[in-house]
């Protein structure tokens, strides 16, 4: 099997250039052996990110034959010719196959990621019903992995869009049953929810099946009945 | 360019390497022991991606009203052999309960009884229903919240993608890191107070683990290197149930919900292993809810007793879900369904999981006292990196997560309470040491054309040495002669070749310094393995298969030598009020 792998190096590469591997095509490696065994045999040189390997710590996200995927969780049998693997699309490239996330994480910041709660903290636990926590649970599930971002053509043109996972999480929040807090000024901003065209593709890249795309429209509604009822508390 | 003031590059009264659990805890307590002092996290990864990320089946806590603090003491110090700190588990099982609740303030997806309340399920080696879980991804939900939570502290500065390389230490007091910036590739000595040490553990070092590539051990070999000694290193958690070939964990959550080990005819074999007898239902401390070191103990004896299944990836042994059902399974265990499905193209709900043991946990680590504290004045420790000691000769599956929230949330307050009034960090010494640093590192930049071998060659050999001679069963014979390997292969490492040049995420040169952490950690694994001379545990010497209280109550104590080799002492067990017994399971 041949890789196609995307090659970039600050302050000697004027903009990427490919360089190809001849890897094993066995049936049991992730695009992610494959890259280690290129990593580890080949070229040390090579530089990308990845960790648990098991699709839960969100590093490994590239694009892959034109799609952004969790090289971990795809596979050398998923494709039959040369795979093609690049950086996520939409970031700055820091090196090879390594993007910059900080953006993301300044956006994250933004949306008060945090329970916010009025009032001395209680000795036990705030109460909250299975229902209840299945009203904002798939909205947690959210690993950071990027893979919406890199999907999303509005994030593409515009960095200042807050983006699907920031807004994802911000609902993960405002749905919570124990959570007080208002994210109103910034999801209802310009750069927040209503920068979304509705495309979708955020809910079809995602590995953990979050649907960002319902956060937003979502939303959106809410934002909508909020500017033309300002008075309304979002909970009673 | 040193600042108006400061002794270096950049200063700070706490500095903590790593951004799991124990080290955002820790982060949080600071800032709220004393919000005017100053705190970062120096992570070689951000923070989100922690291998706290990966733990799955819960965190141990007392909450119902059956239960009791003495019962949970007592499983925690009989599960580890009674090789664990008393008063240091009377201290975890009483913070316990306040730092899972705090995680519920924090916003933690606990999953709930009907009325509301947080669910508890049992686990290993438990004979209550203790353990809160998020489903099956507890680590995961608990690192997001503290992670998201520590956004709200404005003071928490963050060094994300900073690889740690040296603590910067004179006159038995800490002054300094030294970290490399990954993304640019600059070196920067950061003066501080004091430093906790958060790194996690080190599963790295053998060849088949469920731990995540950046568990090198980084933390442990700092801190081995300014002097502080590690405790009980001899002692690693082979967890039972192991995906073969990725080794990715499936969680003891599955056996708490039922599941069943079984061999190659369908025999659940735990029960020729003093273990318990069958039983439909899950029995606590019995069977399937054994400790781990006694099950990963029974899979090499059905192997020796040629009833395990051979597979291109070893042999396993088979963990049986199919009775429980695919709405409990998506209930309860979805990750586990979701590992099975992407990870081995079988589904549990039919299939039967092939499974192996795996290295998962270290119980050693640097010691600590009680806050964390090391010998080495303004350095501590928390969570796995640390060794305080809770976790004996084996750690109770669940008691981790909540470890490492007690004893971050200790580390930090000590920290910080220390750093508002200890002295300025030495400026001569951070600038001087700081120097040697960053000249060494440049010289490891520079490249090593000369070495025929790759760091990754070296690497698997040591990986190879540790499973060959530190496994669940060890003897004199093989540990002597990894004694002899690893020293070879520490001046492998030190001429292996090195092609990437490049400053911008060199992750040549960061596996290079990995490897070296990982070989100091490795050296002290043998040498406290071949030291103790009982079996107690996870530690099993065929050559001496008995515990021995009157030579071996002790912590086994690894100062890194003048020559870099360990030389080891021992240090006796704290006992208050369990004195050591019979451990019993199932009967």
Same mark, same amino acid.
């Given at each position: 099997?041949?890789?196609?792998?995307?090659?970039?190096?600050?302050?000697?590469?004027?903009?990427?250039?490919?360089?190809?591997?001849?890897?094993?095509?066995?049936?049991? *490696?992730?695009?992610?052996?494959?890259?280690?065994?290129?990593?580890?045999?080949?070229?040390?040189?090579?530089?990308?990110? *990845?960790?648990?390997?098991?699709?839960?710590?969100?590093? #490994?996200?590239?694009?892959?034959?034109?799609?952004?995927?969790?090289?971990?969780?795809?596979?050398?049998?998923?494709?039959?010719?040369?795979?093609?693997?690049?950086?996520?699309?939409?970031?700055?490239?820091?090196?090879?196959?390594?993007?910059?996330?900080?953006?993301?994480?300044?956006?994250?910041?933004?949306?008060?990621?945090?329970?916010?709660?009025?009032?001395?903290?209680?000795?036990?636990?705030?109460?909250?019903?299975?229902?209840?926590?299945?009203?904002?649970?798939?909205?947690?599930?959210?690993?950071?992995?990027?893979?919406?971002?890199?999907?999303?053509?509005?994030?593409?043109?515009?960095?200042?869009?807050?983006?699907?996972?920031?807004?994802?999480?911000?609902?993960?929040?405002?749905?919570?049953?124990?959570?007080?807090?208002?994210?109103?000024?910034?999801?209802?901003?310009?750069?927040?929810? *209503?920068?979304?065209?509705?495309?979708?593709?955020?809910?079809?890249? #995602?590995?953990?099946?979050?649907?960002?795309?319902?956060?937003?429209?979502?939303?959106?509604?809410?934002?909508?009945?909020?500017?033309?009822?300002?008075?309304?508390?979002?909970?009673? | 360019?040193?600042?108006?003031?400061?002794?270096?590059?950049?200063?700070?009264?706490?500095?903590?390497?790593?951004?799991?659990?124990?080290?955002?805890?820790?982060?949080?307590?600071?800032?709220?022991?004393?919000? &005017?002092?100053?705190?970062?996290?120096?992570?070689?990864?951000?923070?989100?991606?922690?291998?706290?990320?990966?733990?799955?089946?819960?965190?141990?806590?007392?909450?119902?009203?059956?239960?009791?603090?003495?019962?949970?003491?007592?499983?925690?110090?009989?599960?580890?052999?009674?090789?664990?700190?008393?008063?240091?588990?009377?201290?975890?099982?009483?913070?316990?309960?306040?730092?899972?609740?705090? /995680?519920?303030?924090?916003?933690?997806?606990?999953?709930?009884?009907? %009325?509301?309340?947080?669910?508890?399920? $049992?686990?290993?080696?438990?004979?209550?229903?203790?353990?809160?879980?998020?489903?099956?991804?507890?680590?995961?939900?608990?690192?997001?919240?503290?992670?998201?939570?520590?956004?709200?502290?404005?003071?928490?500065?963050?060094? %994300?993608?900073?690889?740690?390389?040296?603590?910067?230490?004179?006159?038995?007091?800490?002054?300094?890191?030294?970290?490399?910036?990954?993304?640019?590739? !600059?070196?920067?000595?950061?003066?501080?107070?004091?430093?906790?040490?958060?790194?996690?553990?080190?599963?790295?070092?053998?060849?088949?683990?469920?731990?995540?590539?950046?568990?090198?051990? &980084?933390?442990?070999?700092?801190?081995?290197?300014?002097?502080?000694?590690?405790?009980?290193?001899?002692?690693?958690?082979?967890?039972?149930?192991?995906?073969?070939?990725?080794?990715?964990?499936?969680?003891?959550?599955?056996?708490?919900?039922?599941?069943?080990?079984?061999?190659?005819?369908?025999? !659940?074999?735990?029960?020729?292993?003093?273990?318990?007898?069958?039983?439909?239902?899950?029995?606590?401390?019995?069977?399937?809810?054994?400790?781990?070191?006694?099950?990963?103990?029974?899979?090499?004896?059905?192997?020796?007793?040629?009833?395990?299944?051979?597979?291109?990836?070893?042999?396993?042994?088979? /963990?049986?879900?199919?009775?429980?059902?695919?709405?409990?399974?998506?209930?309860?265990?979805?990750?586990? @369904?979701?590992?099975?499905?992407?990870?081995?193209?079988?589904?549990?709900?039919? %299939?039967?999981?092939?499974?192996?043991?795996?290295?998962?946990?270290?119980?050693?680590?640097?010691?600590?006292?009680?806050?964390?504290?090391?010998?080495?004045?303004?350095?501590?420790?928390?969570?796995?990196?640390?060794?305080?000691?809770?976790?004996?000769?084996?750690?109770?599956?669940?008691?981790?997560?909540?470890?490492? /929230?007690?004893?971050?949330? @200790?580390?930090?307050?000590?920290?910080?309470?220390?750093?508002?009034?200890?002295?300025? $960090?030495?400026?001569?010494?951070? @600038?001087?040491?700081?120097?040697?640093?960053?000249?060494?590192?440049?010289?490891?930049?520079?490249?090593?054309?000369?070495?025929?071998?790759?760091?990754?060659?070296?690497?698997?050999?040591?990986?190879?040495?540790?499973?060959?001679?530190?496994?669940?069963?060890?003897?004199?014979?093989?540990?002597?002669?990894?004694?002899?390997?690893?020293?070879?292969?520490?001046?492998?490492?030190?001429?292996?070749?090195?092609? &990437?040049?490049?400053?911008?995420?060199?992750?040549? /040169?960061?596996?290079?310094?990995? +490897?070296?952490?990982?070989? %100091?950690?490795?050296?002290?694994?043998?040498?406290?393995?071949?030291? !103790?001379?009982?079996?107690?545990?996870?530690?099993?010497?065929?050559?001496?298969?008995?515990?021995?209280?009157?030579?071996?109550?002790?912590?086994?104590?690894?100062?890194?030598?003048? &020559?870099?080799?360990?030389?080891?002492?021992? +240090? $006796?067990?704290?006992?208050?009020?369990? $004195?050591?017994?019979?451990?019993?399971?199932?009967?």
């Amino acid at each position: 099997m041949i890789l196609r792998v995307s090659r970039y190096r600050p302050g000697v590469d004027a903009e990427p250039v490919f360089q190809e591997y001849e890897v094993p095509d066995r049936a049991d *490696w992730a695009i992610l052996d494959a890259l280690n065994h290129v990593k580890d045999a080949v070229d040390g040189t090579l530089s990308f990110r *990845w960790s648990c390997r098991m699709g839960i710590c969100g590093s #490994c996200g590239m694009n892959v034959n034109g799609e952004p995927k969790l090289t971990c969780g795809t596979f050398l049998t998923d494709y039959t010719g040369p795979v093609t693997v690049e950086p996520l699309r939409g970031f700055p490239v820091i090196r090879d196959l390594v993007v910059d996330i900080d953006p993301f994480l300044a956006n994250l910041s933004k949306v008060s990621p945090w329970l916010i709660r009025e009032g001395e903290e209680p000795d036990s636990e705030y109460a909250q019903t299975p229902e209840q926590l299945e009203a904002y649970k798939q909205y947690s599930m959210c690993i950071n992995c990027m893979l919406c971002y890199s999907a999303c053509p509005v994030y593409v043109l515009d960095p200042d869009f807050l983006g699907p996972a920031a807004i994802a999480l911000a609902q993960r929040y405002n749905l919570d049953s124990r959570d007080m807090g208002d994210r109103f000024d910034v999801l209802s901003a310009e750069e927040g929810v *209503w920068g979304c065209t509705f495309v979708g593709e955020c809910t079809s890249a #995602c590995p953990k099946h979050v649907d960002p795309a319902e956060a937003i429209q979502r939303y959106k509604l809410t934002a909508a009945l909020r500017s033309v009822l300002p008075f309304t508390r979002r909970r009673p | 360019m040193a600042a108006e003031g400061t002794a270096g590059d950049a200063a700070v009264d706490v500095l903590i390497v790593g951004g799991g659990a124990a080290g955002l805890r820790a982060a949080i307590a600071v800032a709220e022991t004393e919000p &005017d002092a100053t705190v970062a996290i120096v992570s070689k990864v951000y923070p989100m991606r922690s291998h706290t990320v990966s733990a799955e089946g819960g965190a141990a806590a007392v909450i119902g009203l059956a239960d009791s603090l003495d019962e949970h003491a007592y499983d925690t110090i009989s599960g580890g052999d009674w090789l664990c700190d008393q008063d240091a588990v009377e201290a975890f099982v009483r913070e316990a309960p306040r730092e899972l609740i705090r /995680l519920e303030h924090w916003g933690c997806p606990w999953s709930r009884e009907p %009325d509301g309340r947080v669910a508890v399920r $049992p686990f290993g080696g438990m004979k209550q229903l203790r353990t809160w879980y998020a489903a099956d991804k507890t680590g995961f939900h608990l690192l997001h919240t503290l992670f998201q939570t520590s956004l709200k502290y404005a003071g928490i500065k963050r060094y %994300d993608e900073w690889y740690a390389t040296r603590l910067v230490t004179d006159g038995g007091r800490v002054h300094g890191v030294t970290a490399i910036d990954i993304r640019t590739g !600059r070196i920067e000595t950061i003066a501080c107070r004091a430093v906790i040490l958060a790194t996690g553990g080190c599963g790295q070092v053998f060849p088949f683990t469920t731990n995540a590539a950046i568990k090198t051990g &980084d933390g442990m070999a700092l801190a081995y290197r300014a002097g502080a000694p590690l405790k009980d290193m001899e002692f690693v958690q082979y967890h039972p149930t192991g995906l073969p070939f990725t080794g990715i964990l499936i969680t003891e959550a599955a056996r708490a919900e039922g599941g069943w080990l079984i061999n190659k005819d369908g025999y !659940r074999y735990l029960q020729d292993y003093d273990l318990g007898v069958p039983t439909d239902k899950p029995k606590l401390r019995s069977m399937e809810l054994g400790p781990r070191d006694r099950l990963s103990q029974a899979f090499v004896g059905e192997m020796a007793r040629g009833r395990t299944v051979d597979t291109p990836y070893g042999q396993v042994t088979y /963990l049986d879900l199919r009775h429980l059902g695919e709405a409990r399974i998506n209930a309860r265990i979805p990750f586990v @369904r979701e590992l099975c499905l992407s990870y081995e193209k079988i589904d549990p709900v039919t %299939d039967l999981i092939p499974v192996r043991p795996v290295v998962h946990y270290m119980m050693g680590g640097v010691h600590t006292g009680i806050d964390g504290d090391t010998p080495v004045q303004g350095l501590y420790a928390a969570g796995e990196t640390a060794c305080v000691s809770i976790n004996g000769a084996n750690r109770l599956g669940s008691n981790s997560l909540p470890e490492c /929230l007690v004893f971050g949330a @200790r580390a930090g307050a000590a920290a910080a309470r220390y750093a508002v009034q200890a002295e300025r $960090p030495d400026g001569g010494a951070v @600038r001087s040491q700081g120097a040697d640093e960053r000249r060494r590192l440049e010289r490891e930049r520079a490249g090593r054309d000369g070495g025929r071998e790759r760091i990754s060659e070296v690497r698997e050999l040591m990986r190879r040495t540790l499973e060959d001679a530190a496994g669940i069963y060890r003897n004199r014979d093989a540990l002597d002669k990894a004694v002899a390997t690893l020293a070879d292969l520490r001046e492998r490492a030190a001429v292996a070749r090195l092609d &990437d040049r490049s400053a911008a995420f060199n992750t040549e /040169l960061l596996a290079g310094l990995e +490897l070296g952490s990982m070989l %100091d950690v490795a050296e002290a694994i043998v040498a406290s393995a071949l030291n !103790r001379e009982e079996s107690r545990g996870a530690h099993q010497r065929t050559d001496f298969p008995a515990r021995d209280d009157a030579a071996f109550l002790a912590h086994t104590l690894a100062h890194r030598g003048p &020559d870099g080799t360990p030389r080891l002492s021992l +240090l $006796p067990v704290t006992i208050t009020r369990w $004195p050591p017994g019979e451990r019993v399971y199932g009967r």
